[in-house]
Each structure stands twice: as structure tokens, then as C-alpha cells.
């Protein structure tokens, strides 16, 4: 079992930079990949970025250039770098870690880009 808890969202305004945390509990955290996803009002969750358990990245088209994910498996977390935020990116962010037999989400994090 793996209990994720997010961190770090907030008001910021466009151009500006944050910086998410998700923190892992109750298992070995380097084992699992670990993605970003965020859910905007109305519309699916989509995939940010991704860390697997050997390092490998990848981002949405969206991000690429702005945001940066890395993990500390000494300190159980991976953060997700986010600078040049814009209006559209607000949304909740959520942290999710698997393996292919489990899959674990936290409660998310809203970040809220104004204009």
C-alpha cells in the first residue's frame, strides 16, 4: 500500500512558476513510475509528465520546455517543476504511482494561473 499526498499548488500569476511535491508513504517508492496528470472543471484527466523508476521522462506537447519532473527516492517524492504557467493550466493536479500490478493516486492539488 502506498499513500501519495500532494503539495504546492496555489495562486500564481501567468509567467509565474510553482513547484508540486508528492510525497510517498508505506512501501518502496523507487520501484513505481510516477506521472503528473491534471483534471481541469469539465474535462478528462490528462497526462503531464512522467517519471519511471529508472529516470526516463516524458511530457505532454503541452508542457514540454516549461515543466520539469524529478524524483528524490531518498525523500520518497518526485516534484514537478512548473515555470512560464499560463492561464491554462490551471487545474487539480494529481500524483499517481504504479507498478503493473498497482496503481495509487492522491487526493491532488489545485493550481489556479490567473491572467
Known amino acids: 500500500q502506498v499513500r501519495l499526498v500532494e503539495s504546492g499548488g496555489g495562486l500564481v500569476q501567468s509567467g509565474g512558476s510553482l513547484r508540486l511535491s508528492c510525497a510517498a508513504s508505506g512501501s518502496i517508492f523507487s520501484i513505481y513510475n510516477v506521472g503528473w496528470y491534471r483534471q481541469a472543471p469539465g474535462k478528462q484527466r490528462d497526462l503531464v509528465a512522467r517519471?519511471?523508476?529508472?529516470?526516463?521522462?516524458n511530457y505532454a506537447d503541452s508542457v514540454k520546455g516549461r515543466f520539469t519532473i524529478s524524483r528524490d527516492n531518498a525523500k520518497n517524492t518526485v516534484y514537478l517543476q512548473m515555470n512560464s504557467l499560463k492561464p491554462e493550466d490551471t487545474a487539480v493536479y494529481y500524483c499517481?504511482?504504479?507498478?503493473?500490478?498497482?496503481?495509487?493516486w492522491g487526493q491532488g492539488t489545485q493550481v489556479t494561473v490567473s491572467s
Open positions: 517519471i519511471t523508476n529508472i529516470g526516463s521522462t
Open positions: 499517481n504511482a504504479n507498478t503493473p500490478r498497482y496503481d495509487y
